[in-house]
């Protein structure tokens, strides 16, 4: 559980993006593309969710990216080359299904992108035709551009303020590669991660057209092991919980509301953590 490389992707005050690489030999054996790690900073710290963004098996080593947004991640952004977590568990969750559906959208907000990738380079060596979309606020928190590019066959970009690429959002060209007229393109399936009003609206465009879409969700865990309840979710009428049976599940049987009141319920408590916690 050594860090044997950080680089800092983003450094942007309250938003920084950062890489770790970690000795985990036993994770990296079994990691696959859309599953992830729960990890602890100290021993009085909390548990929280990362994606496995890649691994390299022969050298023991998982990678996780992860914005600065909480008390938490600030702490883990202060580790360096040589520091040890306090505890890490994985991999967890259900792995992407991957095989090949034909032509795949995979889209990407923020730091969405670094959960998009894994997946994307899958489902190109599967055979799929793969369409990128990636979006962020503005260019200077886009991450993993060439990455990307190299894991897909076409590739767009939309940053809020049009500092780069299209202006606007990832929802507007996937709403455009939809409906691309007067000889639209039929789509095999789409594949979304990023903040819940991103995918809940890719789920709204997608449904119109009537394209299987699958969104991996960042619900609120605890324990990762289906104990505590916390990341529960409702499919299809059906309570689910994103550490077990998921994190993936169809975006169209998804209850948005409901997930978006649950994920808020601790939003002032931590902000006022991270102020009381604040780092000079």
Same mark, same amino acid.
């Given at each position: 559980?050594?860090?044997?490389? $950080?680089?800092?992707?983003?450094?942007?005050?309250?938003?920084?993006? !950062? /890489?770790?690489?970690?000795?985990?030999? &036993? @994770? %990296?054996?079994?990691?696959? +593309?859309?599953?992830?790690?729960?990890?602890?900073?100290?021993?009085?710290? =909390?548990?929280?969710?990362?994606?496995?963004?890649? $691994?390299?098996?022969?050298?023991?080593?998982?990678?996780?990216?992860?914005? =600065?947004?909480?008390?938490?991640?600030?702490?883990? #952004?202060?580790?360096?080359?040589?520091?040890?977590?306090? #505890?890490?568990?994985?991999?967890?969750?259900?792995?992407? #299904?991957?095989?090949?559906?034909?032509?795949?959208?995979?889209?990407?907000?923020? !730091?969405?992108?670094?959960?998009?990738?894994?997946?994307?380079?899958?489902?190109? /060596?599967?055979?799929?035709?793969?369409?990128?979309?990636?979006? %962020?606020?503005?260019?200077?928190?886009? *991450?993993?551009?060439? =990455?990307?590019?190299? %894991?897909?066959?076409?590739?767009? @970009?939309?940053?809020?303020?049009?500092?780069?690429?299209?202006?606007?959002?990832?929802?507007? @060209?996937?709403?455009?590669?939809?409906?691309?007229? +007067?000889?639209?393109?039929?789509?095999?399936?789409?594949?979304?991660?990023?903040?819940?009003?991103?995918?809940?609206?890719?789920?709204? @465009?997608?449904?119109?057209?009537?394209?299987?879409?699958?969104?991996?969700?960042?619900?609120?865990?605890?324990? #990762?092991?289906?104990?505590?309840?916390?990341?529960?979710?409702?499919?299809?009428?059906?309570?689910?919980?994103?550490?077990?049976?998921?994190? &993936?599940?169809? %975006?169209?049987? *998804?209850?948005?509301? =409901?997930?978006?009141?649950?994920?808020?319920?601790?939003?002032?408590?931590? $902000?006022?953590?991270? $102020?009381?916690?604040?780092?000079?």
């Amino acid at each position: 559980m050594i860090i044997v490389d $950080k680089k800092t992707l983003v450094d942007c005050r309250d938003a920084g993006i !950062v /890489r770790l690489d970690i000795s985990a030999p &036993e @994770i %990296a054996k079994k990691a696959m +593309p859309g599953q992830f790690v729960v990890l602890m900073v100290s021993e009085a710290g =909390e548990r929280i969710p990362l994606t496995v963004v890649d $691994k390299d098996e022969s050298k023991g080593i998982i990678t996780l990216i992860f914005q =600065e947004v909480g008390l938490t991640t600030r702490l883990l #952004a202060r580790l360096n080359v040589g520091d040890s977590l306090y #505890a890490l568990a994985g991999p967890l969750g259900h792995p992407t #299904a991957v095989k090949n559906y034909g032509r795949v959208i995979i889209v990407g907000g923020g !730091v969405g992108l670094a959960e998009i990738l894994p997946v994307a380079r899958a489902f190109k /060596r599967a055979g799929n035709q793969i369409t990128a979309v990636a979006g %962020a606020r503005t260019k200077e928190l886009l *991450i993993l551009e060439n =990455e990307l590019a190299q %894991a897909s066959d076409e590739f767009h @970009i939309a940053t809020d303020d049009g500092s780069y690429g299209r202006r606007g959002f990832t929802t507007d @060209i996937l709403k455009n590669l939809l409906s691309d007229n +007067p000889k639209p393109i039929a789509y095999n399936l789409i594949y979304a991660v990023g903040p819940i009003p991103m995918m809940k609206k890719v789920a709204w @465009i997608s449904r119109d057209y009537g394209v299987k879409t699958v969104v991996s969700l960042n619900a609120l865990m605890v324990d #990762a092991t289906g104990m505590c309840g916390c990341c529960r979710v409702t499919v299809s009428g059906k309570t689910k919980f994103s550490c077990v049976d998921g994190p &993936e599940f169809d %975006a169209h049987q *998804i209850d948005w509301e =409901e997930l978006q009141k649950r994920n808020d319920i601790y939003l002032d408590k931590e $902000k006022h953590i991270c $102020k009381q916690g604040e780092i000079k």
